[in-house]
T-cell receptor, first 114, second 112 residues
């Protein structure tokens, strides 16, 4: 158990819909990361937050947005869902968000878009 | 960020030592080498990180030659539960962002 929690574990929805994935970091960690893992693209970095502020952005689609709240939990919002958005979405957290900081990954949310 | 190249798959038997080599020819002076392990449908798990020579922890050893253009993850006496995907990553040593760039990884299959 990494100490990172993600909800829900599974999510099945239809194209065009909007969903919200939630992540609670390990106690004391200030930085949260979101990654997407699909069969054809592998594990891809989406976005990083540090203490409520966006710190780095990867290949995150404009239909996707995220935020980190004052209590440090984070949400990833996916809208206008397409079949290709079906994937495992992982949240990770680390102490201060810098290089060399060990990231602890949550169990993931499996999103299926029908 | 330096690109990494590692074998797509490897097979081993229980009790053997497994060495997975990763090449990173364009590694920068300040970059670190980091390895993560991922079991099916689980998030990646940090294994080990090093800068040069040898690093050892309770799980694995990491060997980095002087030119740092490659590295080798060594797993001693593997068991069936070590069957997983192993990712080699090069992490910038001087950045305030911790984003990780994962390659395709090496799928290790441990057989009885």
């Amino acid at each position: 158990d990494s100490g990172v929690t993600q909800t829900p574990k599974h999510l099945i929805t239809a194209t065009g819909q909007r969903v919200t994935l939630r992540c609670s970091p390990r106690s004391g960690d200030l930085s949260v990361y979101w990654y997407q893992q699909s069969l054809d693209q592998g594990l891809q970095f989406l976005i990083q937050y540090y203490n409520g502020e966006e710190r780095a952005k990867g290949n995150i689609l404009e239909r996707f947005s995220a935020q980190q709240f004052p209590d440090l939990h984070s949400e990833l919002n996916l809208s206008s869902l397409e079949l290709g958005d079906s994937a495992l979405y992982f949240c990770a957290s680390s102490a201060d968000g810098g290089t060399g900081d060990t990231q602890y990954f949550g169990p993931g949310t499996r999103l299926t878009v029908l | 960020l330096a690109k990494t190249t590692q074998p797509i798959s490897m097979d081993s038997y229980e009790g053997q030592e497994v060495n997975i080599t990763c090449s990173h020819n364009n590694i920068a002076t300040n970059d670190y080498i980091t390895w993560y392990q991922q079991f099916p449908s689980q998030g990646p798990r940090f294994i080990i990180q090093g800068y040069k020579t040898k690093v050892t922890n309770e799980v694995a050893s990491l060997f980095i030659p002087a030119d740092r253009k490659s590295s080798t993850l060594s797993l001693p006496r593997v068991s069936l539960s070590d069957t997983a995907v192993y990712y080699c990553l090069v992490v910038p040593g001087s950045s305030n962002t911790g984003k990780l760039i994962f390659g395709q990884g090496t799928t290790l299959q441990v057989k009885p």
